[in-house]
């Protein structure tokens, strides 16, 4: 299952590698690509290392929240100064890709932003 959703991922980023240079950029398609996996709508516009700085910010995030659960002979528990930090950089890097994308599509619709 794990390697049908990476071929199915690795397929859907190569296809829209092969659009990202094209003249115009949806808005709205951008924004939702960046909420479905952060990054993935500057990908789309045409920035892939920037789409990677907002994937890598995003997996740091939800790395240093898993890395707050302690497993105990009493059972799970949880530190609450890693878990929240880490929920807060996912956060805002998911939120700020969002913003970014569509942004930066309206952009380069205008004429404004050169790839």
Known sequence: MRKLASLISLLAVLSISANSYAKEKDPLIAGCMSCLIAGLGQ???????????????TLLGSMITLSAYQIELNGPTVDPGPFWTGIAISSATGILSIADAVIVANKINEGKAYL
């Open 43 to 57: 990908v789309y516009n045409g920035e892939i290392m920037k789409g990677c700085m907002f994937f890598g910010g």
